[in-house]
């Protein structure tokens, strides 16, 4: 089953960790080198048994650390096209970089993963879906405004990763930033506020939904109570009660734990085992006289699950 870990989210960098079983997959490399090495051991991860990183997009809080990371380790950099472009500018270090179009999807030893585009003021951003076997993952950072090809996407998924940035409020009445910082912030290319996400997160809820964690919280015009208050409170008024939210930190790393409760997935692989024995119980003739397994006519294959 795919587990999730965030390294750290914010404005000062981003990274999370996505395992199944021996591949792990960061995604975005934001953090310095050395921190994304520290908090990776702080997760019970080896930093040298990275299989790959994925890039959301080029912005430095989420590339910052890749260079040096990747320096000493051949470690597969997979981005859009575009993405690769302006990032490799930047990096001297010998990357085995893998380049994909946005929307389109790829397989990192068993994880699949599907890109789509995102908008946000980047060359060209995309969400991921991770999925194996029966558990899915949506990861969504750096967005203006919920698309339908976003929900689309991510409807379904048992955890969604995405970021929360701002309280409308609090921004409205940020002293710091300056009224153009507000609006890059606010408008269609920036970032969700914490209600655009609540309204995500009822669009793609359904009964599988575990776990939201959110992330890329403003430290000035947010705050973890507030965001995961709001989208609780939005889960708990479609009589979703049994999802846990919480929120991805600046300093200190989000453990890894499962996208799935356990004992759901063990409830998903039973009734998958249950519903192919069904099919294949069908499938079989009527043979009378005898049950026996060696009977001609059986496609013994078809047992094979
Ligand atoms: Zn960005
Ligand atoms: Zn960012």
Same mark, same amino acid.
């Given at each position: 089953m795919l587990n999730l870990a965030v390294l750290g989210s914010g404005s000062s960098g981003n990274s999370a960790l996505v395992c199944l079983g021996d591949t792990r997959i960061l995604i975005d490399a934001g953090l310095s080198a050395r921190q994304l090495c520290s908090r990776l051991e702080v997760v019970g991860v080896d930093p040298d048994s990275i299989s790959a990183v994925v890039l959301? &997009?080029? #912005?430095?809080?989420?590339?910052?650390?890749?260079?040096?990371?990747?320096? @000493?380790?051949? =470690? *597969?950099?997979?981005?859009?096209? &575009?993405? +690769?472009?302006?990032?490799?500018?930047? =990096?001297?270090?010998?990357? !085995?970089?893998?380049?994909?179009?946005?929307?389109?999807?790829?397989? /990192? $030893?068993?994880?699949?993963?599907? *890109?789509? *585009?995102?908008? #946000?003021?980047?060359?060209?951003?995309?969400?991921? !879906?991770?999925? +194996?076997?029966?558990?899915?993952?949506?990861?969504?950072?750096?967005?203006?405004?919920?698309?339908?090809? /976003?929900?689309?996407?991510?409807?379904?998924?048992?955890? !969604?990763?995405?970021?929360? $940035?701002?309280?409308?409020?609090?921004?409205? $009445?940020?002293?710091?930033?300056?009224?153009?910082? @507000?609006?890059? =912030?606010? %408008?269609?290319?920036?970032? !969700? *506020? %914490?209600?655009?996400?609540?309204?995500?997160?009822?669009? =793609?809820?359904?009964?599988n939904l575990t776990r939201v964690v959110l992330g890329h919280l403003s430290s000035d015009c947010n705050t973890p109570e507030l965001a995961a208050s709001v989208i609780s409170k939005r889960l708990r008024e479609q009589g979703l009660t049994d999802v846990s939210v919480e929120c991805a930190g600046r300093d200190a790393p989000l453990p890894l734990r499962p996208v799935v409760h356990e004992f759901l997935y063990q409830a998903r692989i039973s009734e998958e085992i249950s519903a192919k024995s069904a099919r294949v119980c069908e499938s079989r003739p009527a043979v009378s006289g005898s049950s026996s397994p060696s009977a001609p006519e059986w496609n013994q294959t078809e047992w094979a699950f």
């Open positions: 959301t &997009h080029e #912005h430095g809080d989420h590339t910052r650390g890749l260079e040096v990371f990747c320096r @000493k380790r051949r =470690i *597969s950099v997979y981005a859009t096209t &575009h993405t +690769c472009a302006v990032v490799r500018e930047g =990096i001297t270090a010998p990357v !085995l970089w893998k380049q994909f179009e946005a929307g389109a999807g790829f397989k /990192i $030893n068993g994880v699949e993963v599907e *890109s789509f *585009s995102v908008p #946000h003021d980047a060359v060209d951003p995309v969400g991921f !879906l991770f999925r +194996c076997g029966k558990s899915s993952l949506g990861v969504l950072s750096d967005v203006g405004h919920v698309t339908r090809m /976003i929900v689309d996407r991510l409807k379904g998924v048992d955890t !969604l990763f995405t970021e929360a $940035n701002y309280d409308d409020v609090l921004l409205q $009445n940020d002293t710091k930033r300056p009224w153009a910082t @507000k609006q890059r =912030i606010s %408008n269609r290319h920036g970032h !969700l *506020s %914490n209600e655009q996400t609540a309204e995500l997160v009822t669009e =793609i809820a359904g009964p």
